[in-house]
């Protein structure tokens, strides 16, 4: 399929990222061209489709895909998980090499508790040693996400430089070291009963924002993409999407019932007060389902398990 093409079919039902979209499916697709991949950070909402996006573009394109999450335990990285992704791209093409997409979930916490720099230079080494095997990772692609709620000030697209943040505008090479002595301070506080909640929590965000602004984050990763902020339209279409995780509950829920505007809204309001977005789509099915039954709305069909 032409590239195009695969766009088009993909917005169809990711309706509500089409920018983001459309540059993941052009930066992927431009890979093919080039000896060494370029890597992407996505940037968005928890539970804006991150993962659903790229995991559906890479299914379209036939490309390889591993996922990797819960690897960075207190500025340390369990290169295990690592290993089993390679592993898993090595068996996908046949044992010759690992050509694909690594899709880095929770990246978030590379920077809020140090080792961004380890899980860079495994990025951008090139290859793998672990157990005493080698992956060859000239040809893999890494996509990393990044989920900005609550620190949209830290994780930015285009800063915005004035006086009082004129030195971020020298981007260093890392600031790894700066992050060890920002704990060994906190640690220092503690001990004497000096900690400050409020100081602790600007400098742990300014170095966060200067983390993602360096030069060594914009090495690693060549493109930055930001996902629209979910609203209330954007919720409702992703709900009536013929991919939503919705249509696992048509087994329960009446058809008309589940199809009714009243009660997409009502889930998609629900959604949009979560702090994890449409991670949250099981408990606003139930609790709305819950709500509409003492209204005595047909809301169950007669052998689902949800009505008890």
């Known amino acids: 399929m032409e590239v195009k093409e695969i766009y088009n079919e993909l917005s169809s039902f990711l309706c509500n990222q089409d920018d983001a979209l459309k540059e993941l499916v052009w930066n992927i697709s431009q890979n093919a061209k080039l000896d060494k991949p370029k890597n992407i950070l996505?940037?968005?909402?928890?539970?804006?489709?991150?993962?659903?996006?790229?995991?559906?573009?890479?299914q379209m394109m036939d490309i390889p895909i591993a996922n990797v999450s819960n690897f960075c335990v207190n500025g340390n990285l369990d290169l295990s998980v690592f290993y089993n992704a390679f592993a898993k791209l090595y068996l996908d093409n046949e044992r010759e090499g690992c050509k694909g997409i690594v899709l880095i979930q929770d990246m978030r916490n590379c920077f809020l508790y140090g080792g961004f720099s380890a899980l860079s230079s495994i990025i951008t080494a090139g290859?793998?040693?672990?157990?005493?095997?080698?992956?060859?990772?000239?040809?893999?692609?890494?996509?990393?996400?990044i989920d900005n709620n609550?620190?949209?000030?830290?994780?930015v697209a285009k800063p915005v430089y004035?006086?009082?943040n004129m030195d971020e505008a020298l981007l260093e090479d890392n600031i790894q070291d700066e992050l060890d002595c920002l704990v060994m301070d906190l640690a220092d506080d503690l001990e004497n009963n000096?900690?400050?909640?409020?100081?602790?929590n600007k400098k742990i965000r300014k170095l966060i924002r200067r983390a993602f602004l360096s030069i060594e984050c914009n090495k690693t990763f060549n493109k930055k993409i930001f996902m629209n902020v979910m609203q209330m339209e954007d919720?409702?279409?992703?709900?009536?999407?013929?991919i939503s995780e919705l249509q696992i509950y048509k087994d329960d829920l009446c058809e008309d019932y589940i199809a009714s505007p009243n009660f997409i809204y009502s889930v998609a309001g629900h959604i949009k007060e979560s702090a994890v977005g449409l991670h949250d789509l099981d408990e606003a099915v139930r609790e709305v389902a819950r709500f509409d039954s003492k209204r005595k709305l047909k809301v169950y069909k007669k052998d689902s398990l949800l009505r008890f």
């Open 162 to 164: 004035t006086l009082e």
């Open 150 to 155: 609550g620190l949209e000030d830290c994780f």
């Open 127 to 145: 290859s793998f040693v672990y157990n005493n095997f080698i992956f060859d990772l000239s040809d893999t692609m890494f996509i990393g996400e």
């Open 235 to 242: 919720i409702c279409k992703a709900l009536n999407s013929p």
């Open 42 to 58: 996505l940037v968005g909402e928890f539970g804006s489709g991150k993962t659903t996006m790229v995991n559906f573009t890479a």
């Open 194 to 200: 000096d900690f400050s909640m409020e100081n602790y």
